[in-house]
């Protein structure tokens, strides 16, 4: 859970019920305020549709006359006239056609690659935590898919919608006043093509949900199994993984064959009712014509409208399902940008000062990471002076990087304040303090790109010599200059990985770039061999000179170094002092010691308290939270 950062309600995952698909369409009309800025081009379409819309009806009529003065009038001048006003008619409605579909595309194009940058941002200012509970997959598909839904509505669906319904109404007032009798024989064929649309329509689209519902089971599995696949191998799991796997995909394949019918069932009914009309229109048209009620023109005029009405109608009877889709795909968007940004920047934001001390101070502090879930720190009181270090140490879930977290208000404080120079961080912008504060993870990450990019991430205007040296200080220079581009091979390409060591000494000069004052080193619990090992601490040493550290200890020497030890138990800070003292007077201390670093012992001249137990060097339950 987030810090209060997902109050009830506000989560999007709850599954999809009766009362909510009843409501859901209000997120399309949510999607007006970013339509209403495109309102001229939105006009421009609109006129456009209207003008397509009396070419299509003109159509008909047109042809009406071309007939009878083919057939009954006998007159050639006449039909080269009509027959040339026709080609020009289809022209003007290419014409409006382009420009309509061009003028929906724009404006859908620009709505939507708004809304997927207003929901990147919003999900990047979203606390950590919050990242920590989702899927990233399920948030890169409502970047991607759900945005795409509301695009292929807006740019498709609503015009058409338009469209259609203008020119299914237009077409049945001209039949009506045309020809009352053959109007009603059009008609018979509605009813029919409704109800089936209907009845058929909504069980293709069930089948559909499910359908989605298997694929994104099956996906996520795999994505899970992709993400672990040394667990996978290392327990030879890939035969009960492909069954699983399989299973979901057959369900989905399965319900995609009951889809095909309905399908099937659907577009068969459809074809059938409108060819039955068109039938019935000819076998009733043709009396009227031989009674010499009708022209053969007008005959073949109402057949036309009689097909145009039913292509509206199926059109419409679709749009439906796509309309519910995109209501869908709105309400998840809306719902993670309905999420609040629990971090609220000042409205008078105070400066920290250049250059800043690095004073901490952590006064009466009390966390919670959810309003429903228990108090994680209780009235943590602490102070760091300028280039002091103080290590943190404490049994797994103790708080500790709870408490390292707070500093650069990833989260913020239930009570108490934490303070930067005296400053209250909640004061200031979060650029400004995030900017003094480096960061080096436990398991530090590259992204995709080179690697001076992932080095420049410290600092975008670094030039290649800095970042050079940046490098050399942290020991990254040598293997870098070894891989086969040096400092623009791209990370993750042809198999070139970075091991452990070498990946945190990329962070350390990532962080020697960005040059804080305030240093949070949280240490890999997992032993590097020795060597990578030497090279990391000279590095971390280098870092550390002159700034103020906090450090979330796993390492003996970083223990024995420090300037104070901070013992957490469940929240509170249970002990403090420098390694001889705690010792002597911290029993919880002496047994975390103990249990962390026997081994480490054995190969250091470190004061050894008895050493009972022969755990490995980090065995301790640490558990990297990320
Ligand atoms: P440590 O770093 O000492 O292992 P943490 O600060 O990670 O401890 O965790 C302290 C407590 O807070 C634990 O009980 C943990 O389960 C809980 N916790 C940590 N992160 C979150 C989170 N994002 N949401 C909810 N609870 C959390």
């Known amino acids: 859970m987030t810090l209060s950062g997902s109050a009830p309600g506000s989560d999007d995952a709850e599954p999809e019920t009766r009362e909510t698909r009843d409501s859901r369409y209000r997120f399309l009309i949510r999607l007006w305020p970013r339509i209403r800025p495109h309102r001229p081009a939105l006009i421009g379409a609109i006129v456009l549709i209207i003008l397509g819309t009396i070419i299509g009806l003109a159509f008909p009529l047109i042809v009406r006359d071309l007939l009878d003065a083919a057939f009954e009038v006998g007159d050639r001048g006449m039909l080269n006239r009509i027959a040339l006003f026709l080609m020009g008619l289809f022209l003007l409605q290419a014409v409006v056609n382009f420009g309509q579909s061009y003028l929906a595309a724009a404006v859908s194009e620009r709505i939507v690659a708004r809304l997927r940058k207003d929901l990147f941002s919003h999900l990047m200012a979203q606390p950590p935590g919050f990242f920590a509970r989702r899927r990233v997959g399920e948030l890169s598909s409502r970047l ?22 203008l020119f299914l109404l237009g077409a049945l007032v001209l039949v009506t006043i045309a020809h009352p009798r053959l109007t009603l024989v059009t008609m018979i064929a509605i009813p029919p093509t409704v109800v089936a649309g209907w009845l058929l329509g909504r069980r293709v689209r069930r089948l559909s949900t499910g359908i989605q519902d298997r694929l994104a089971d099956a996906v996520s599995r795999a994505e899970q199994v992709f993400t672990q696949i040394t667990t996978v191998q290392s327990f030879t799991r890939e035969g009960w993984e492909e069954e699983r796997f399989s299973t979901d995909v057959n369900a989905t394949r399965d319900i995609g064959l009951h889809r095909a019918v309905a399908r099937a069932l659907l577009t068969g009914t459809v074809s059938f009712t409108a060819f039955g009309a068109i039938a019935l229109v000819l076998w009733e048209g043709g009396r009227l014509v031989l009674e010499g009620a009708l022209t053969p023109g007008t005959l073949v005029a109402f ?54 001390e690095g004073r901490v101070r952590y006064r009466d502090v009390q966390f919670r990471y959810g309003p429903d879930l228990p108090r994680v720190l209780h009235g943590i009181e602490l102070e760091i002076q300028p280039g002091e270090t103080v290590a943190l140490v404490g049994a797994s879930g103790a708080g500790k990087s709870t408490l390292a977290a707070l500093l650069p208000r990833f989260y ?24 003094r504060i480096g960061l080096v993870p436990q398991e530090p990450m590259l992204f995709a790109g080179t ?13 290649d010599d800095e970042v050079e040296t940046a490098a050399r200080e942290a020991h990254a220079h040598e293997f870098i200059s070894r891989l086969p581009k040096g400092y623009d091979a791209v990370i993750g390409e042809r198999g070139i990985t970075l091991s452990a060591g070498q990946r945190q000494r990329m962070a350390i000069a990532r962080v020697m770039l960005k040059a804080p004052t305030i240093l949070i080193l949280d240490e ?68 975390l010691y103990r249990r962390q670093f026997d081994d480490a012992m054995a190969s250091s001249s470190a004061p050894t308290p008895d050493s009972g137990s022969s755990e490995p060097a980090v065995s301790v339950s640490e558990v990297s939270d990320g």
């Open 144 to 165: 991607a898919s759900d945005a795409g839904l509301i695009q292929s509505i807006l740019r498709f669906g609503i015009p058409e919608l338009v469209r259609q319904g």
């Open 303 to 356: 057949l036309l409208y009689a097909v145009l009405i039913a292509g509206a109608v199926t059109s419409l009877a679709g749009f439906w399902g796509n309309l519910q889709e995109a209501s869908g795909a709105a309400r998840r968007i809306f719902g993670l940008l309905d999420l609040k940004v629990e971090l609220q920047e000042p409205a008078e934001p105070r400066s920290l000062p250049t250059p800043l």
């Open 412 to 435: 913020d404080v239930e009570g108490g304040t934490v303070q930067v120079d005296g400053i209250d961080v909640r004061e200031v912008r979060l650029a400004d303090l995030r900017a």
């Open 451 to 463: 690697v001076r990019e992932n080095l420049r991430y410290g600092n975008p205007d670094a030039g």
């Open 524 to 591: 890999a619990s997992s032993a590097l061999d020795a060597e990578s090992e030497r090279l990391v601490q000279d590095a971390l040493d280098r870092l550390m000179e002159g700034r103020t550290t906090l450090v979330i200890a796993h390492r003996l020497s970083t223990i024995l170094r420090a300037d104070r030890i901070l013992v957490l138990d469940q929240g509170e800070i249970a002990a403090r002092g420098r390694h001889r003292e705690l010792l002597e007077s911290s029993e919880l201390y002496a047994r």
